[in-house]
């Protein structure tokens, strides 16, 4: 999964916990997540893939988790960040402290579902902000599901910026192509 930030040397390692198949048991669940308001399966999930790494000996060395962030007006009509459910059931897993305040989404974007890598680019391109200071320099940047990485590099870009050094991506599925 590294090839898909090839060219980002900060970004130390990817992992992802499940393979994300369309009509699959991971897609049905991430579905229940997103859509239906489980939100213990967010909780649950993180857990495990917080658990599975610990037990691997691949737990990183971060700092800190950050979830990606979900607009203010996606969030509210959903009533919470499936990423951060995700990033909370990670870190009672690992003792990993995490943040789902650090990043924001500065605009409200189209779905990435069905647009191509280019497309995808475009449609997060600068979106992301630091809004408060952050004082560590190696960070997980923890979602549900990497397809083109599109996301997560921008997430990357603005912490970067911020002066964070270190990167590791974790998500709780890969999209298979």
Request: aromatic content about 8%.
């Amino acid at each position: 999964m590294n090839f898909k930030f090839a060219g980002t040397p900060e970004i130390v390692s990817t992992h992802s916990f499940l393979l994300f198949t369309k009509k699959g048991k991971v897609q049905q669940l991430l579905h229940a997540l997103k859509y239906k308001g489980v939100k213990e399966v967010g909780l649950m999930l993180g857990f495990m893939f917080g658990q599975e790494m610990a037990a691997s000996g691949i737990l990183p060395p971060a700092e800190l988790i950050i979830s990606v962030p979900l607009h203010e007006k996606k969030k509210k009509s959903r009533g919470y960040n499936q990423s951060d459910l995700l990033a909370e059931g990670f870190s009672n897993a690992t003792g990993i402290p995490w943040s789902g305040t650090i990043l924001s989404r500065t605009r409200h974007t189209a779905t990435q579902t069905g647009k191509s890598k280019t497309e995808r680019r475009e449609n997060v391109k600068g979106v992301f902000s630091v809004k408060t200071e952050i004082t560590v320099q190696s960070v997980i940047i923890m979602d549900d599901v990497l397809t083109t990485g599109a996301t997560l590099e921008e997430c990357v870009h603005a912490l970067k910026t911020a002066g964070c050094m270190e990167f590791y991506i974790l998500t709780i599925a890969l999209a298979k192509h």
